[in-house]
């Protein structure tokens, strides 16, 4: 089974900065299959890319996915007070499915 | 539009099964497969396992294996997950989740809220 590391497990921001989450896999993943998905509290996930880096319908353009082989990265360009949350990569491969334990993005 | 909905609630005692329901619309149901997901208080999310709704094919997580259960009733385009030898660790959030695959990848783009299972003596 694939294992994914995200880090850090939470990020301290405030509104209008970078944030820059890493989603490291214990071994080589299909970008086809890197998926990246926010949460907020008692809420479902949310899809927010796929293939890697391809935003899904509706998702802001500050959202934006990257990375391949064992790195990928999600990245908002700047933080909105909507955007704190936890977010989870997913990958698929060799017939199962794994997610990384997530990142919350905190007001600091 | 397109949603899933899910079954209410369940508390159940340790070494019960309990049953959850995701019923899907506007969309077709046999056109996805759909996958479920659980969530245990304050943790990340758990990968459980698939149904094809069009053939009945199922796969399961190593975890889950012999304990999980996933089947449809493609006449009113629901699936179901039902969990047995129920533990005090199996409390979480369930979700169902729809998978949608394109020429390049797929994902889980739709999911619904979720059924909080509750294990307790």
């Known amino acids: 089974e694939i294992v994914l590391t995200q880090s850090p497990g939470t990020l301290s921001l405030s509104p209008g900065e970078r944030a820059t989450l890493s989603c490291r896999a214990s071994q080589s993943v299909s970008s086809s299959y890197l998926a990246w998905y926010q949460q907020k509290p008692g809420q479902a996930p949310r899809l927010l890319i796929f293939?890697?880096?391809s935003r899904a319908t509706g998702i802001p353009d500050r959202f934006s996915g990257s990375g391949s082989g064992t790195d990928f990265t999600l990245t908002i360009s700047r933080l909105e007070p909507e955007d704190f949350a936890v977010y989870y990569c997913q990958q698929y491969g060799s017939s199962s499915w794994t997610f990384g334990q997530g990142t919350k993005v905190e007001i600091k | 539009q397109v949603q899933l909905v899910q079954s209410g609630a369940e508390v159940k005692k340790p070494g019960a099964s309990v049953k959850v329901s995701c019923k899907a619309s506007?969309?077709?149901?046999?056109?996805?497969?759909m996958h479920w997901v659980r969530q245990a208080p304050g943790q990340g999310l758990e990968w459980m396992g698939w149904?094809?709704?069009?053939?009945?094919?199922?796969s399961s997580a190593q975890n889950f294996q012999g304990r999980l259960t996933m089947t449809r009733d493609t006449s009113i385009s629901t699936a179901y997950m039902e969990l047995s030898r129920l533990r005090s660790d199996d409390t979480a959030v369930y979700y169902c989740?729809?998978?949608?695959?394109?020429?390049?990848?797929?994902?889980?783009?739709?999911w619904g809220r979720g059924t909080t299972v509750t294990v307790s003596s």
């Open positions: 149904i094809n709704p069009n053939s009945g094919g199922t």
């Open positions: 989740a729809r998978i949608t695959c394109d020429s390049a990848s797929c994902y889980m783009d739709v």
């Open positions: 293939g890697a880096s």
């Open positions: 506007g969309y077709s149901f046999t056109g996805y497969y």
